[in-house]
Nanobody, 115 residues
Framework: QVQLVESGGGLVQAGGSLRLSCATSGSSRNINAMGWYRQAPGEQRELVAR???????NYADSVKGRFTIAGDIAKNMVYLQMNSLKPEDTAVYHC?????????WGKGTLVTVSS
């Protein structure tokens, strides 16, 4: 059973920074993509950033220029550096990994940005 564990969430003031980490189990050879999604209260889960095994990256428009995703597939880790945080970034952030075409999800880590 593949497990994903996120860490690094917390409370930060607007304009601050946080770094999220996600540790995954399973064979790194089967990883097609790794990414971060978020879900705010009353909202649908949305893509934040995603990196595939070829190194191709895509970001949500709302975080471009502020967030940076980095993956270390050999170590089964994915990171999200979040700078210039805004109150609207407040959400539960979930790690996602595509293992051989199957999506796995972490339980999430809460990020709260105060104004």
């Amino acid at each position: 059973q593949v497990q994903l564990v996120e860490s690094g969430g917390g409370l930060v003031q607007a304009g601050g920074s946080l770094r999220l980490s996600c540790a995954t189990s399973g064979s790194s050879r089967n990883i097609n993509a790794m990414g971060w999604y978020r879900q705010a209260p009353g909202e649908q889960r949305e893509l934040v950033a995603r990196i595939n095994s070829r190194g191709s990256i895509n970001y949500a428009d709302s975080v471009k220029g502020r967030f940076t995703i980095a993956g270390d597939i050999a170590k089964n880790m994915v990171y999200l550096q979040m700078n210039s945080l805004k109150p609207e970034d407040t959400a539960v952030y979930h790690c996602n990994v595509d293992y051989a075409g199957v999506d796995y999800w972490g339980k999430g880590t809460l990020v709260t940005v105060s104004s």
